[in-house]
């Protein structure tokens, strides 16, 4: 009976959720959007906590949020501690070296909850230099927009690495001046391809950097790693698949050492839920733009194997409401692991 306990035991749940611009009450984020007013920010803390509450997560990585202490209190209100938050570019920390206390600036942050342990914690701000490519009219593209997250946890004695990130959106990225003015007409559908083909090419030099992180990290160890966020391209797309590059195993077994697996593909249930597999509605089409993959480590037929993925969930209903009525306008996809004894 005891080794049944500590089989049921060892098993953890982790989310990601986008939580579309969760800010302080009374603060602009952007110079173009309103303020949250007390009773908007309640509203939509309660809504968040709502449809968080349903995953049961233990890890929750969080993409789009302005302030630490919005975070603190989502964190709480789902049964965490405000210390198990880890958001250090929108920081109201005075003493924080990245935003003095201001909280998040220009974009928003990442950042990760964890009931587990913190062993170490970094982030991702340069773009890896063999990853450095020169943006169409902008030139080289050498820091990340959003600063992945790196977050080494202790689960049931296993060091696991948890990498969060929200990738450039596939918006077209017009140029503008050094205040902010429009430097090219947004109706011209030449300038258009041109102003995409940018966002293209930021996206994949990210996509790339992380990849030489997961990389350097995965190569020849045998500490298991888990990647998830808001990836802005569906899980085939060739920016996902250059930070996984899980096609490879199929030529060379060996790649499996540094390859990431598309969780929702390696699920011991897999299959069950494919059908309302979306976390997101662009241009009226669902598709998966959420993901959460893991390395070799939790495959069930690898000899390295530690534990695997029990199933992938998606909490998408919300979507379906009336814009208005969404305090997020991305799904959260969950993932159970089991480790193994």
């Not at 202490?69 to 990245?98: M, Q, R, T």
């Not at 587990?116 to 701000?125: D, I, M, N, P, R």
């Not at 296993?158 to 959106?169: G, V």
């Not at 996509?207 to 190569?219: E, F, G, Y």
């Amino acid at each position: 009976m005891t080794n049944n306990n500590e089989s049921n035991h060892k098993q953890f749940y982790i989310a990601t959720a986008n939580l579309l611009n969760f800010a302080n009450p009374n603060r602009l984020y952007y110079p173009n959007a309103p303020a949250y007013t007390n009773h908007e920010y309640e509203h939509k803390l309660r809504g968040i906590t709502d449809l968080l509450s349903k995953a049961h997560a233990d890890i929750i990585a969080v993409q789009e949020v302005w302030d630490s202490e919005a975070l603190e209190a989502l964190a709480v209100s789902l049964g965490f501690k405000p210390e198990h938050v880890v958001i250090p570019l929108a920081s109201n920390d005075s003493v924080n070296s990245y935003t003095q206390g201001k909280g998040a600036q220009n974009t928003p942050a990442v950042g990760i909850i964890s009931r587990f342990a913190h062993l170490e914690t970094s982030l991702l701000e340069e773009i890896a230099p063999k990853a450095v490519i020169d943006i169409p009219d902008v030139g080289p593209y050498q820091r990340f927009n959003r600063p992945p997250l790196v977050l080494r946890v202790d689960a049931f004695g296993q060091p696991i690495t948890i990498i969060t990130a929200h990738l450039k959106s596939k918006r077209a990225f017009f140029l503008r001046d050094e205040a902010g003015n429009l430097l090219e007409d947004m109706d011209d559908p030449n300038i258009r391809i041109r102003a995409k083909l940018r966002s293209l090419c930021m996206r994949a030099a990210e996509a790339a950097s992380i990849r030489l992180s997961i990389i350097n990290r995965l190569q020849h160890t045998r500490e298991p790693l888990i990647l998830l966020g808001d990836m802005n391209d569906v899980t085939e797309s060739v920016t996902t698949q250059l930070m996984t590059e899980t096609g490879e195993v199929n030529y060379d077994k060996s790649m499996r050492d540094v390859a990431l697996f598309d969780a929702a593909r390696i699920q011991a249930r897999y299959g069950w839920m494919k059908d309302v597999a979306y976390t997101h509605i662009y241009q009226g089409m669902p598709e998966v733009i959420d993901q959460l993959f893991v390395s070799e480590e939790f495959l069930p037929d690898s000899k390295f194997s530690l534990g695997q993925v029990e199933r992938v969930d998606y909490f998408n209903d919300h979507l379906k409401w009336d814009y208005a009525d969404r305090v997020i306008d991305h799904g959260i996809i969950r993932a159970k692991i089991k480790l193994h004894n």
